[in-house]
């Protein structure tokens, strides 16, 4: 069936029929279209559109702002959502680059609100933080492959719905409360709200299956030995069957994922699953993937399950819809707790706090939800895949952009010069498309074929200060990280645990001037060793040239002179050259007095 044509195209139609004489009068065209007969007067009177009269008032023209809505989907695909400020900063940065090209008026401080009412394909949300390898491992082949592999396993051993489980580890501080809205007199500054100063932190594993059934929670203290008054006379039902355990550092390890496997989970659901295959969905804890786990889940038809590294926020059940309404009652427990005169929370008062938290949390219709949103009772993977960011988005409003051919150089007479800014060429644009609407035929090619020009040029300006502006970001981010990665990792020198940020300054500048002295003192050092080689040289040149003008001499005298440069040590000074051994004279006889020999030795003792 075809389209009905919108208002503003009955009108042109009817404007046309009345030109081309199908219409004896333009009221008879705008009622045989169905069309007010004093717009279509009014339109043939040159009155504009009213879409287009209240484009013209805004401070950033509507393929600026398509731009901006553009750059809002590209930075929520990368998981840095803009905020309102940032917004209106970015197109403030738009407005200045092209506010050379005429005035063009500030932005007001409700334009955010007005441009999100204009654009309905972009919202303002709080945001909810997610670690970056969250963010980065989630998509969607990542997902079907699971998807896929939990499918076929399900069909493989006919696992009903209601021996699919779930488990996960939640951690819980003993003292804290929830942040809310609060009413407070209206002369009032003052918005704190006491809580409990308990920060003690205990781990609790809870397991939920596809039917919306709970078992036993498995609850782990931080602490060496079990004692007697950390648990209540009484309990709520619902924590019937509870196992306490206790752990150094009150986290789950190797021993405890077993004793949870072999004492709830196994004892829990034995009766449940009538001889049936139970499918056990958990992370990929190092902690449940141990031999003596496995092998017990073998031997009792339990077929463990793991989920994809960083992806429990989006395909574990109680991740998604459990233990954030948990969270939530828990501290509000506390918080009334605390209103009724609860000083300090303790371990009996944390099981009292907690079961009336979990009852109001773990309901049939919350626990079935939770694995409804994650696609896996029943199973419907789209329900996580319309979730995911997908790798483009583009405007649902903005128009496809048809290239068009280039315009023919205007009539050139001897000044005109090429334009060499953006704001230059705006403007160029818009005296061509002023000249144009002027003097040019209504309709034609070449008007259209201006306006396509103009809004591409303003497009692309838009873009380009967006491009300039984030530049500018990097930048200094880019400086930033330099600086830090030329920073000494040494230790600080202080006396004391406390140092001030005056007392690193100092610190650093007596260290730049130590080694400002290091390098002087080098600098000494060298040039020294390069002065006493030259006069080393020069007296090595002397003593050559005195031995070349005595070679005319007797023998004994240049046999003398060699030894004596010979036993010069050209390559250090006279104090320094080791000393020349003497030599010692003749024995002389004592019974002849001849040199030579000795009184034992002497010829004439014999005769």
Request: with cysteine; aromatic share 6%; charged share 30%.
């Amino acid at each position: 069936m075809d389209s009905i044509p919108s208002s503003e195209a009955r009108i042109t139609r009817a404007i046309e029929g009345y030109q081309q004489g199908r219409y004896p009068s333009l009221t008879a065209a705008a009622k045989a279209l169905e069309v007010p007969p004093s717009t279509v007067r009014h339109r043939a009177a040159g009155r504009k559109p009213i879409g287009e009269i209240a484009a013209s008032r805004l401070t950033l023209n509507t393929k600026e702002e398509n731009v901006l809505v553009d750059w809002v989907f590209r930075l929520h695909r990368l998981g840095v959502p803009a905020r309102p400020s940032r917004l209106l900063e970015m197109a403030e940065y738009i407005r200045e680059s092209r506010s050379a090209a005429g005035k063009v008026p500030h932005l007001g401080r409700h334009w955010t609100t007005r441009f999100l009412k204009r654009h309905p394909e972009i919202k303002s949300v709080l945001s909810v933080k997610i670690d970056k390898n969250r963010w980065d491992s989630v998509s969607r082949e990542k997902c079907e492959k699971w998807f896929n592999n939990f499918e076929k396993t399900v069909k493989e051993h006919r696992i009903l719905d209601s021996n699919i489980y779930n488990m996960d580890e939640k951690g819980c501080i003993l003292g804290l409360s929830e942040r809310a809205k609060v009413l407070i007199p209206s002369e009032s500054e003052v918005s704190y709200k006491q809580q409990p100063g308990n920060r003690e932190s205990v781990t609790i594993i809870e397991c939920v299956n596809g039917a919306g059934e709970v078992i036993p929670p498995f609850i782990i203290w931080s602490a060496k030995e079990h004692r007697n008054n950390w648990i209540p006379l009484s309990l709520d039902k619902s924590m019937d069957g509870t196992v306490f355990a206790i752990s150094p550092n009150g986290y789950t390890d190797h021993e405890l994922s077993f004793e949870w496997v072999s004492k709830i989970f196994h004892p829990a659901t034995v009766q449940r699953c009538r001889g049936h295959t139970r499918l056990l969905v958990m992370d990929g804890h190092s902690s449940h993937l141990t031999g003596k786990l496995l092998g017990f889940c073998h031997d009792n038809n339990i077929l463990p399950i793991c989920l994809p590294a960083h992806t429990t926020h989006v395909l574990q059940p109680l991740d998604v819809g459990c233990f954030g309404p948990l969270a939530h009652y828990y501290r509000i427990e506390v918080e009334e707790a605390c209103v009724n005169g609860l000083d300090s929370v303790s371990k009996v008062d944390f099981l009292r706090l907690y079961s009336a938290a979990r009852q109001k949390a773990f309901t049939l219709e919350n626990v079935s939800s939770s694995f409804s949103e994650s696609g896996i009772v029943p199973f419907k993977p789209s329900v996580v895949y319309d979730k995911l960011i997908p790798s483009e988005e583009t405007h649902p409003d903005t128009p496809t952009e048809t290239s068009s051919r280039p315009l023919a150089s205007l009539a050139s007479d001897g000044q005109l010069k090429t334009p060499g800014d953006y704001a230059s060429l705006l403007s160029y644009c818009r005296e061509l498309e002023k000249c144009i609407e002027e003097h040019g035929i209504e309709d034609s090619p070449t008007r259209k074929l201006s306006k396509k020009v103009s809004d591409g040029v303003l497009r692309q300006g838009a873009e380009f200060a967006i491009l300039r502006k984030e530049n500018t970001g990097l930048k200094k981010e880019m400086r930033a990280k330099k600086e830090k990665n030329g920073q000494k990792k040494n230790k600080i020198n202080c006396s004391g645990r406390v140092i001030t940020l005056a007392q690193v300054h100092q610190i650093r500048e007596e260290e730049k001037r130590r080694e400002a002295e290091k390098e002087e003192a080098a600098e000494r050092k060298k040039a020294r060793a390069e002065e006493a080689a030259r006069k080393k040289a020069e007296k090595a040149e002397k003593a050559r040239k005195k031995a070349q003008d005595m070679q005319g001499g007797e023998t004994s005298d240049v046999e003398d002179l060699t030894s004596s440069l010979l036993d010069l040590d050209i390559s250090g000074s006279e104090d320094d050259a080791p000393p020349v051994p003497t030599k010692r004279r003749p024995p002389t006889c004592s019974l002849c007095g001849i040199q030579g020999h000795t009184c034992r030795t002497c010829p004439t003792k014999s005769k």
